[in-house]
């Protein structure tokens, strides 16, 4: 059972993807009624759920203290996350494609090692 102790060390990345949740829940909104929001809240909101989810997967696996390994692949996972943001949150900078095309490697190769079975599982300390 879980203790007050596990859930308040839980709270962070919780809140981080709950507001998460709701910026995708706003974007959805804004894509069925554009007209009720500003110009430039679709990107916002965008940028918002992609940096939100990356912070919260982070400070998720270091809760969870996952094997170094572990902690390595999250921290790629993140930063492709964070690089999208980027290139959401400026897509006219000369820098947009860097940031998109290093997105789509980060998450390719966390795919990849996925699929290699990598990381092996760490054996627990005694």
Known sequence: MPT???RSRGLLPGVL???AL????????WDIVPSL????????????????????Y??????LRPGHKDLVKAILLAIAFLFWAADQLWPDSPHATLFN?????LFVLDLFLSMMGWPAEEPEDP
């Open 4 to 6: 007050s102790t596990d």
């Open 101 to 105: 095309d290093l997105a789509i490697a």
């Open 58 to 63: 982070l400070v998720h696996q270091v809760i």
């Open 37 to 56: 929001f500003r110009a430039r809240v679709h990107d916002i909101l965008g940028v918002l759920a992609l940096a939100l989810i990356a912070v919260a």
């Open 17 to 19: 993807g709950v507001l």
């Open 22 to 29: 709701a910026s995708v829940a706003t974007l959805m909104a």
